[in-house]
């Protein structure tokens, strides 16, 4: 010792005492012990902030959406509350425009962050191997490395021969005090998307980076001990004398010796790199059923033999609190389970085009949900033990309470149920897809051959997104099976739209799909919802986009030069466009200059269906595919508050659509004094 340092001055490794001694004083961590748990403990105070901060947006921002609390409606509490749907029931002009001094602050500061964090730059001829973020997760992700990356170092700087072992246990402690956020980020029952309103599928790719910090930080405090016991000759020593590192607390009637040392330490390292290379998106998504089981398996063997390798006087309350939420969220998902069971469900399965298999559960026990939810479906015919993620694209006043699902067919349990249901209705796969008889979309076609098979529903999950009743436009983009996001979305509209006043007053509705027989997945459905917006006072426009049909094409190319524009045929409500049908026009940087200098008292009014080509008929069918950035731009204009985007889909149609949001957002100048309003975006899609 030189001083209070540690040093080898004065030491003779060759003699057993000397060694002795230095090894024991390299190990005396009680001088920084304190000051290693209190990191791991400020750790724990900036996580709270953090959800303290998002749970203060997320209520605060429902709350101006829509009413929470029961008061007089009067114009100046409707002011002073600033909810929507209260503005909307007592007919105040431009409910979904910021009212007052303090909404205005907060719209233009959520324009800002909204254009900085929307945006997704990422390789999509990459995707099936790697996916960026979007900005805003990938700087909360910066942030949060930022962070450990402050508490490991502050007050880390010991002199001497002692260093390397400092700095391997502070990255030890902060490595197993992140374990409890590990978990929390992944309960699809957890307090996480309580407070933050942010649902659990959404919360799994922060999942995933923790679990990498872990391994990160794990990978430090073993290299660094492992090197500060190699430069001093004690790496023997060590492996056979420290209960930490080879027995931990478990093995208190072994004896330690040399020749028979546990690897509790680097089993726990083993296990964790095993977890993160395993949950890579190819490897993950090889066979799903198989990686959920290895994955939880994976993880009961992590805590125990982290167990085994931390000593009792460590926090070792860092690897139970987890084992306990794990716990909690599996009771309270096995009680949801047993109550939305207590009724068994049966599902009928019938066979689409392109590969697409519809299911239709009448389920007594589950009677609430919210659009956009998804649940876990399971049917032990086609699988047992196995759960397959599926949105409902039904409200829960539609299809007579049933659930609906639109399930595209891949490997494994949608394979089979698609099989299934192709042999059951070979009878009917010839008949004409577009020709399904129209019924109100409440009703089932009668199909008395239709077996019933054993359907069991856990859930519902998810549905973070706002309220799309409470913006003034909402535009709704759908890519194939993405409909079965948006679809919901539109008939709760159409629903309430017929009860109650609400600030919307105009939805576009955008399909992509690659054959116009698609459209009969859920063309009744968009027909019943139509009808019910024209009968209100919110127009509603239905655009589907046919990408790859051969029809479509023959048409375009008949049609030509006679038919420059559509032709509509009241049979089926639809109307078919021809390549040549005139898009909005794209505005030059000049007309966009003087857009931004345009008062919102000029805001042009959403052109009538009446004077439209199509305005006796519901949906229009156009080939190719849609310019996102034209059709948002045409409803922003048109927009007299804030707008609502959702978009479900491909991963190419999100992150296009982020850009679109972004761009024209910055562009219009939005909530920057030109009278632009703001414009909300909510993605989903089909990877995660």
Same mark, same amino acid.
């Given at each position: 010792m030189v001083g209070n340092y540690l040093t080898t001055a004065g030491c003779n490794f060759t003699n057993t005492t000397d060694l002795m001694t230095f090894w024991e004083s390299l190990l005396e961590d009680d001088t920084f012990k304190s000051v290693d748990e209190a990191y791991s403990a400020y750790f724990w105070y900036g996580i709270t902030i953090v959800i303290a901060i998002a749970a203060f @947006?997320?209520?605060?921002?429902?709350?101006?959406?829509?009413?929470?609390? *029961?008061?007089?409606?009067?114009?100046? +509490?409707?002011?002073?509350?600033?909810?929507r749907l209260r503005a909307a029931a007592v007919r105040r002009p431009f409910p979904a425009k910021p009212s007052n001094l303090y909404t205005r602050i907060v719209a233009t500061t959520t324009a800002v962050v909204r254009e900085v964090t929307y945006p997704q730059y990422t390789p999509l001829t990459l995707s099936k191997f790697f996916t960026a973020p979007p900005t805003g997760i990938f700087l909360l992700l910066s942030l949060y490395f930022g962070f450990l990356v402050g508490l490991e170092l502050i007050q880390d700087f010991i002199p001497g021969a002692i260093y390397y072992q400092a700095f391997g246990l502070r990255a030890g402690w902060l490595s197993t005090a992140q374990t409890p956020l590990l978990i929390l980020l992944v309960g699809k029952k957890n307090l996480l998307a309580f407070f933050t309103g942010i649902s659990s599928e959404r919360l799994n790719i922060f999942h995933?980076?923790? #679990?990498?910090?872990?391994?990160?930080?794990?990978?430090?405090?073993? /290299?660094?001990?492992?090197?500060?016991?190699?430069?001093?000759?004690?790496?023997?020593?060590?492996?056979?004398?420290?209960?930490?590192?080879?027995?931990?607390?478990?093995?208190?009637?072994? &004896?330690?010796?040399?020749?028979?040392?546990?690897?509790?330490g680097i089993a726990a390292w083993g296990i964790l790199t095993w977890i993160n290379v395993s949950s890579i998106g190819p490897l993950r998504n090889w066979h799903y059923e198989i990686f959920v089981v290895q994955h939880v398996l994976s993880f009961v063997g992590y805590f125990v033999v982290l167990l085994m390798h931390l000593p009792v006087k460590y926090a070792k309350i860092y690897v139970y609190i987890p084992i306990g939420l794990y716990l909690f969220d599996r009771l309270i998902r096995t009680l949801f389970f047993a109550w939305n069971n207590r009724r068994l469900g049966r599902a009928t399965i019938t066979p689409l085009a392109g590969d697409v298999s519809r299911v239709r559960v009448q389920n007594l026990g589950l009677k609430d949900w919210h659009? =956009?939810?998804?649940?876990?479906? +399971?049917?032990?015919?086609?699988?047992?033990?196995?759960?397959? !993620? #599926?949105?409902?694209?039904?409200?829960?006043?539609?299809?007579?309470?049933?659930?609906?699902?639109?399930?595209?067919?891949?490997?494994?349990? &949608?394979?089979?149920?698609?099989?299934?249901? /192709?042999?059951?209705?070979?009878?009917?796969?010839?008949?004409?897809?577009?020709?399904?008889?129209?019924?109100?979309?409440? +009703?089932?076609?009668?199909?008395?051959?239709?077996?019933?098979?054993?359907?069991? /529903?856990?859930? !519902?999950?998810?549905?973070?997104?706002?309220?799309?009743?409470?913006?003034?436009?909402?535009?709704? /983009?759908? =890519?194939a099976t993405g409909i079965t996001f948006t679809l919901p979305l539109l008939l709760n509209i159409a629903e309430r739209a017929t009860t109650t006043n609400l600030p919307l007053k105009h939805v576009t509705f955008i399909w992509i799909i690659k054959s116009s027989s698609y459209t009969s997945w859920v063309s009744d459905e968009l027909r019943a919802a139509v009808r019910r917006m024209n009968k209100s006072r919110i127009s509603c426009d239905v655009s589907i986009y046919v990408t790859q049909d051969g029809g479509m094409a023959d048409y375009n190319n008949s049609n030509r030069e006679k038919d420059p524009g559509c032709t509509c045929t009241n049979a089926n409500g639809l109307c078919y466009c021809n390549a040549n049908g005139a898009p909005p026009p794209v505005r030059t940087?000049?007309?966009?200059?003087?857009?931004?200098?345009?008062?919102?008292?000029?805001?042009?009014?959403?052109?009538?269906? %009446?004077?439209?080509?199509?305005? +006796?008929?519901?949906?229009? @069918?156009?080939?190719?595919?849609?310019?996102?950035?034209?059709?948002?731009? %045409? &409803?922003?204009?048109?927009?007299?508050?804030? &707008?609502?985007?959702? *978009?479900?889909?491909?991963?190419?149609?999100? *992150?296009?659509?982020?850009?679109?949001?972004?761009?024209?957002?910055?562009?219009?100048?939005?909530?920057? =004094?030109?009278g632009a309003q703001g414009v909300y975006l909510h993605v989903e899609g089909f990877h995660w």
């Open positions: @947006v997320n209520w605060s921002y429902r709350f101006t959406l829509s009413a929470r609390h *029961v008061f007089k409606i009067t114009h100046e +509490s409707i002011v002073a509350n600033g909810s995933r980076w923790v #679990a990498r910090s872990i391994w990160l930080y794990g990978t430090l405090h073993w /290299i660094s001990m492992q090197y500060a016991w190699t430069y001093y000759g004690v790496s023997d020593l060590e492996h056979s004398m420290d209960p930490a590192y080879p027995t931990g607390e478990f093995c208190l009637n072994a &004896t330690v010796t040399k020749s028979n040392p546990s690897i509790a659009a =956009g939810q998804h649940v876990l479906l +399971s049917l032990p015919r086609f699988g047992i033990f196995q759960s397959h !993620p #599926a949105t409902i694209a039904s409200t829960p006043t539609s299809h007579n309470g049933d659930l609906i699902f639109i399930l595209k067919a891949h490997k494994g349990f &949608t394979g089979r149920l698609n099989k299934s249901a /192709i042999a059951t209705h070979s009878s009917l796969w010839a008949v004409k897809e577009l020709s399904r008889p129209s019924t109100p979309y409440d +009703s089932e076609p009668a199909q008395p051959q239709l077996p019933k098979h054993l359907a069991l /529903i856990s859930g !519902p999950y998810g549905s973070s997104h706002s309220d799309f009743a409470c913006f003034s436009s909402a535009l709704l /983009i759908a =890519g940087e000049a007309q966009q200059q003087r857009y931004k200098r345009q008062p919102m008292a000029s805001v042009r009014p959403m052109p009538s269906r %009446e004077n439209s080509a199509a305005s +006796s008929n519901l949906m229009t @069918v156009r080939s190719g595919r849609p310019n996102i950035e034209i059709i948002l731009w %045409e &409803t922003l204009e048109c927009a007299d508050g804030e &707008t609502g985007v959702a *978009v479900c889909g491909p991963l190419a149609l999100g *992150v296009r659509t982020r850009k679109a949001v972004s761009s024209i957002s910055a562009q219009r100048g939005v909530h920057k =004094g030109t």
